[in-house]
């Protein structure tokens, strides 16, 4: 941990108005309800200024326009555009990720051919295998075990447990939590009279800079080619990933998602948890998907919020959901409707 | 294994009554078709009293009211209130779980500020961090790494594999099955004009005593406070639990359910098989959710029965279906009351 | 990799027919796309005849009847009845598994009981347990955990941390991904006034011959007697399979899929994606279900298409679907319909 901040140097650091006490010493982040002296907290939203009011952070970041208009009542406020965002980036700074001594733990095993920077950390148990690169300040840690010819760019975390298979390439500031697998064979086969036979898998996965992937997400090689993860983009834990998908930057996947083999997914789509991709979907930029989605096999998914099962712009579910919903008002309709005719028939009978 | 008991041993132990010969030696346990010389099975539905009679178990545990009515053919008949209970005590004193010898095995790494009750076992490749505490009795299995800062209770046991993040909390007699992970960032980010910037993950985890969770299950650490698991609540495989999750005690979770973050699930829910919780749901003591279950963001999901995607009371579910299944017979009365309709106003003109 | 084989070498080991170049040497497999010289790539599809005639693969493994139809420019043409079966076997021979040194790593913990065949490879910081039996040819990647009298056949690859707890038999040629876990407690308890006992999980899994398992996919062994994965199945990642199922030959179920407790699927049946199975469900041979489906506790499948929650007939979901495509029609229906009732009732008045 940090030795705390000024008030007056977060102030400075996140471009923010100060008011208050410049010289308070900040040390760590809280959330409204729990801070207490020395800590910093944030607020964004009109709810939450009658609690905010209240709070004991000694620091508070709010929205600009609030400096105007509510009292706070603690000792340093600074008014921000974004304050969440300003929160998460002052978080880095009291906060800072683990560092640990650039060392190969005695008991790591790694291959004569390895290239292993010396600013790089090898943990206990490790197994680093033949011309295996791994770049700058590296964290490897126990348990990791990392194929031939994989390379690791600069200022990766790979937490305990992790496996890449042989051929790998991650980028750097990569984060992939404890668990995660890259690059087992994708899920193809070609069937005879006997059985299953292998549909080779022999391509490999591309991991751009500044993904994080969550804990025992798979990710699987392609069968020829790459499958490919791309640059900004955030997995969930337990995310499954198919051979041959291609994943563009800035896409957002949470937890337990499952994406068939070649399923193209582009820039900056948001995709909810426990979602099914058929194979070969294309999802377009933008577009964003909700959760327990089902998509069917070659489905192109267009920019828009979607829903359900097989998938629909979520105004057309909520519409059948509506008329769904009157079912039972029309089955009490027609009944009714019914017994008129049957009386108009015996009137004119 | 144990040396076997005598039929009026099994009968003491469980507070049942003993028909039949008190002295013979049981050795284990079976099922009432697979049961052999030695072995005591159970029953606890007259569906099963004619397949009970023909067991070839020599102990047979029984509803203490059959012992009036039916005719068992074992040599020892012991009668019950809850025969299946009985079953699953005294299957803990035939099939009592390993005993490991209490060492440190010579390849597991250990933080010389770690500090390890002398009555624990650590596994081969196992990975202890700075200022971990294990208590007494705990198996701690091969390749379980556990980060700084961790406590572990009394008479634990983590199978294979297992990681537990810095500063994760267990309670005692917990068990983890393999690959369980607990302790990972949650998924938490806040978006600018460039992408996603990582939202603070400084919470952690506790979990309660008498807590078993299966293999590969991922909980993950609260951003800020802590993610509660409650005593005796038991998790199926590959569940996951998001960050600030607070779930109550006794509560059953069945495999590949996702829950997001910030849920609350209180005391004795029932959750099946694959269901997925928006976040900030709150689930209401004693409720109980059908598999494939998907709630809503922010839903209070109050006792009884849900199912459905969105979740909705089961007698609603089932009576929307029961409308549903009318729909072609309604498309038919429609159809004709056109055509009667059209004779009249024929009729009529 | 291999030295590569002529083009008349694979004809003959395809037992197709050869038009062009024999003696050319191909040396890798390549897609129509991205192959190059020396690569062998097919076409199986009269939509791809196009893409395989621009095709710079060097041979092109080619349906037998097109040899007549088509002008390929590749200098090797095979023609073949199953060319994409081809291409899987040609690809066996050209990219052959990885072979390892039979030797036991310096940091493997084997029990002085285990038995292992002198041509298996164990890899770093594996351990094995006390009677465990490895057969021949064996890989034993690291950090795999083997559990005391786990007994696997001959030729069979585990990845990286795949965990056999105690007592599981895997056959030979069987392929383990990365973290696969099998032989955890299934998920049974039983409940009183003080919360949940353990129901006893005393049981074995059994892997038959020829079974590939994805990445951490979790298979729990049987309360008493066992769980079975039949012959030749392959299983995709993160599926779980519960306690006493038995899942026959040539099964092959996509990623993300729950089996609860003892159920059955029988040989040849095709499972889809996030398929959830309530306990003691029955599919019949040859059934296929189709991704995201619901399966009801006790529910027996019959052969032919399936789909949906719960799941029904292929055809009967596609009918209800396009009964529910005309619910905004039979409301405008029945709104006119009502109107013209009115103006007979007003006529008649």
């Known amino acids: 941990m940090s030795q705390g901040k000024r008030a007056s140097e977060i102030a400075g650091y996140l471009q923010g108005r100060l008011v208050g006490d410049g010289s308070i010493l900040i040390e760590r982040i809280a959330d409204l309800e729990n801070a ?3 800590s910093v907290a944030y607020v964004d939203n009109v709810k939450f200024f009658e609690v905010a009011t209240a709070s004991q952070a000694t620091c508070l ?3 600009i326009e609030a400096l105007e208009t509510v009292e706070f009542n603690s000792a340093a406020v600074i008014g921000l555009k974004h304050p969440k965002l300003g929160f998460a980036r002052i978080a880095e700074v009291l906060h800072p990720p683990i560092v640990r001594e650039p060392i190969i733990h ?3 095993v790694i291959a004569e051919t390895a290239d292993i920077a010396l600013s790089a950390y090898i943990g206990p148990h490790a197994t680093v295998g033949e011309y295996a690169r791994i770049g700058n300040n ?3 840690e126990a348990g990791v075990v990392l194929g031939a010819n994989v390379t690791i760019g600069d200022d990766c975390v790979l937490h305990p447990n992790v496996v890449l298979y042989d051929g790998i390439s991650i980028g750097s500031r990569v984060i992939l939590h404890a ?3 890259i690059g087992a064979d994708g899920f193809g086969y070609v069937r005879d009279d006997m059985g299953y036979h292998k549909f080779p898998q022999i391509g490999t ?4 800079d500044d993904v994080e992937i969550g804990a025992h997400t798979c990710i699987d090689r392609a069968a020829l ?5 791309g640059r900004g983009t955030k997995l969930d834990n337990m995310v499954h990933v198919g051979h041959n998908c291609d994943i563009g930057e800035r896409v957002v996947i949470a937890a337990q998602t499952g994406i068939s083999g070649s399923v193209v997914i582009e820039d900056d789509a948001v995709i909810g948890g426990q979602v099914g991709f058929g194979d070969h979907t294309r999802v377009q930029k933008g577009a964003i998907i909700g959760s327990k989605a089902g998509i069917l096999p070659g489905k192109i998914v267009r920019p828009g919020v979607w829903w359900g099962i097989p998938v629909q712009p979520l105004d057309e579910y909520k519409r059948m959901n509506a008329h769904l919903g009157r079912l039972p008002q029309m089955r009490e309709d027609l009944k009714e409707l019914k017994a008129r005719v049957k009386e108009l028939e015996d009137k004119l009978r």
């Open 36 to 38: 207490g002296p020395g």
């Open 179 to 181: 668990g995660v697998c």
């Open 61 to 63: 970041l709010v929205p």
């Open 106 to 108: 005695d008991t790591a």
């Open 138 to 140: 590296c964290r490897i």
């Open 205 to 208: 996965v591309e991991i751009d």
């Open 225 to 229: 080619g790459k499958t490919r993860i």
